[in-house]
Each structure stands twice: as structure tokens, then as C-alpha cells.
């Protein structure tokens, strides 16, 4: 019985572990992607400004 407990207790902090650093990388990965689609966002609105300027103010 001590044995399972001992077992169960190392698989209890391997996946606690295991999991942070999945949460780390996932968390990483999400800022990195709003970061990007933020940037993403800016551009077409610069892009559709200026083809709108061009079109109206020719």
C-alpha cells in the first residue's frame, strides 16, 4: 500500500508539472497570436484608409 502511495504521489507531480508547462506554452502561444492578429488588424485598417484616400481624393 505504501508502494501505490508513493507511485501515485510521483504521477500526481509529474502531471502537475507536465501541466504548467503546458499551460506556459499554451499561454505563450496565445499572446503571440493576438499579438499577430492585432498587427494584422492595424495594417487593413491603414491599407483600407489609404485606398479609400486615393479613391475619394484623387
Known amino acids: 500500500a505504501e508502494k501505490k502511495a508513493s507511485v501515485r504521489t510521483e504521477l500526481e507531480n509529474n502531471l502537475t508539472k507536465a ?6 506554452y499554451f499561454g ?8 499577430r492578429l492585432s498587427k ?5 485598417v491603414n491599407s483600407c484608409v489609404a485606398s479609400t484616400k486615393a ?4
Open 28 to 35: 505563450n502561444i496565445h499572446h503571440d497570436l493576438k499579438q
Open 19 to 24: 501541466l504548467n508547462e503546458l499551460d506556459k
Open 40 to 44: 494584422g488588424v492595424k495594417e487593413s
Open 55 to 58: 479613391l475619394v481624393a484623387p
